[in-house]
């Protein structure tokens, strides 16, 4: 028989995503064909504390893995000659040999290229995005001018930081509406919609709260469509989805409850809109490096213009997240679409 593959999947971290990570991991656990992956459940607390987690995925889901009978310290080993995990026992050490390493960690400390990059630093064959695109992506603006320079259209924007001058006035340049958003931060977090300038520094504090640089951000009419793919050099997208909003924008709430706002999939549009979603959804892939898997946002202006909004390297990842329910319309269930990300990873 065919040995199975051993793949590290890590979930939890120090990110406010926190949360999110452990619902998106849960659902990977329960989908993984267990007939050719072994998976090798690696917790992170919110403290930042890595441990080799034995216990039930449903205890995952409910936020109480993280106890002394299913937990034990470990480290990831820097050491190319053995790519494994080193389990802390008592006074001895075990080693957990890996095939692969599927992060799966929202936001800060864990899809910002920081985990990818100690995953690639131990020679460990990594499922989705590497060190460079990750880093970029998680960086609304260096993502837009790279974006930009491959020929798809960006919000008009700039960057600043707290000890900064001249932010009303430039501001006033873009006009209101807009947007703030800290620079490097995921699901929403930190975000206001600001339409007129005396809530714009109310709006700065809030997100300089999750980050020390925000980006100031044009306001897009019209609407957010999705574009999920999936790939290496040749490149699967999924049916573009639809954000139909009844509030001022997808935020936290929005995103995991659906209180106000609907998602359709497929998106309502033309199909020369969609054939044109999914290909600047691959253009914007390949422009920020990415591999394995994504997400691309694009809003759709009343006028039919395509605008990059962001790309996201670890979509949330639960049996009804729009990233598989896309590609789940494109007629491949979330089994296969696990079972391929693991495949471009193990295969030579």
Known sequence: MNRKFKIAVLFGGCSPEYGVSLQSAAAVLRHMDRERYEPVMVGISQSGDWFHYTGP????????????????QAVLSPSRSHSA?????????RRISL??????????????GTVQGLIELAGIPLVGCGVLSSALCMDKDRAHKLVQTAG??????????????????????????????????????GITKVREERALPAALETAFAYDEQVIVE???????????V?????????????????GDFFNYTEKYTLKTSAIHVPARVTPEQRRQIQENAKIIYRALDCRGFARVDQFLT??????FNEVNTIPGFTAHSRYPNMMKAAGLSFEQVISTLMELAVKP
């Open 57 to 72: 995925v449903s205890r995952i889901e409910d936020g109480s893995w993280n106890s002394e009978e299913s937990c034990a």
């Open 85 to 93: 995990l080193l389990v802390l026992e008592g006074q001895t050490i």
């Open 99 to 112: 095939d692969a390493a599927f992060p799966i960690l929202h936001g800060q400390n864990g899809e910002d």
């Open 152 to 189: 798809i259209d960006v919000p008009k924007s700039f960057v600043a930081r707290r000890a900064e001058g001249g932010i009303l006035e430039r501001a006033e340049s873009i006009g209101y509406p807009l947007f703030v958003k800290p620079l490097r931060a995921g699901s929403s977090f």
């Open 218 to 228: 044009a306001c897009i009419p019209g609407f957010e469509v999705g574009c999920a």
């Open 230 to 246: 999936l790939g290496h050099d040749a490149l699967t997208v999924g049916e573009p989805d639809e954000i139909e909003l009844h």
């Open 302 to 307: 009343p006028e039919g213009r395509l605008v």
